[in-house]
């Protein structure tokens, strides 16, 4: 099962440390490096993967024993034809059926970035393919301004695990 993990003081090496902690008993953050395209990982750890993300003070982290992505968003008006240019065909379908407003793009979005980052090869190779109908395992999480998806092999836990402030 996947690990999800989020904080709300924007320092993702922190939360890393904290949820290794949680889930491994780490002291401390081991040696990282990143892929060819820069997906980072534990080169000591090759069966611990992981995932972070941003966005403003928010971050979450992912921790699977198969690769992961992650995704935040804080949920903010863009340009109206963000989501026409962002989404694929379907995803702009369903953006509608949604209601076509702010919090349905960033569930879109969310979701598609934390494929993108899934795979390793990142948004640009990725920008307009449809996101593999099977195989994987999403889930999705909102919170009061903000939306985030993750994305691995292994099911999805059912919430975030938030670490409350001060916690390290």
């Known amino acids: 099962m996947i690990a999800l993990y989020g904080s709300r003081d924007g320092n993702p090496q922190k939360l890393l440390l904290w949820a290794l902690q949680q889930t491994h008993g780490f002291a401390a953050l081991p040696p990282l490096a990143r892929t060819p395209l820069g997906k980072p990982y534990f080169p000591q750890y090759p069966g611990l993967h992981f995932n972070l993300s941003h966005s403003?003070?928010?971050?979450?982290?992912?921790?699977?024993?198969?690769?992961?992505?992650?995704?935040?968003?804080?949920?903010?008006?863009?340009?109206?034809?963000?989501?026409r240019y962002a989404l694929t065909e379907g995803e702009y379908?369903?953006?509608?059926?949604?209601?076509?407003?702010?919090?349905?793009?960033?569930?879109?979005?969310?979701?598609?970035?934390?494929?993108?980052?899934?795979?390793?090869?990142?948004?640009?190779?990725?920008?307009?393919?449809?996101?593999?109908?099977t195989g994987l395992s999403f889930g999705a999480y909102c919170g009061e301004g903000w939306q985030a998806s993750v994305c691995g092999l292994e099911p999805p836990p059912e919430a975030i695990l938030w670490k409350e402030d001060g916690a390290l």
């Open 93 to 133: 379908t369903t953006f509608q059926r949604m209601g076509g407003d702010w919090p349905a793009f960033y569930a879109l979005w969310t979701r598609r970035e934390a494929w993108c980052k899934y795979t390793g090869q990142g948004l640009k190779p990725q920008w307009k393919q449809d996101i593999p109908a």
């Open 56 to 83: 403003g003070p928010l971050t979450v982290c992912a921790l699977s024993t198969l690769p992961v992505g992650v995704d935040i968003e804080q949920i903010r008006p863009r340009g109206a034809s963000l989501p």
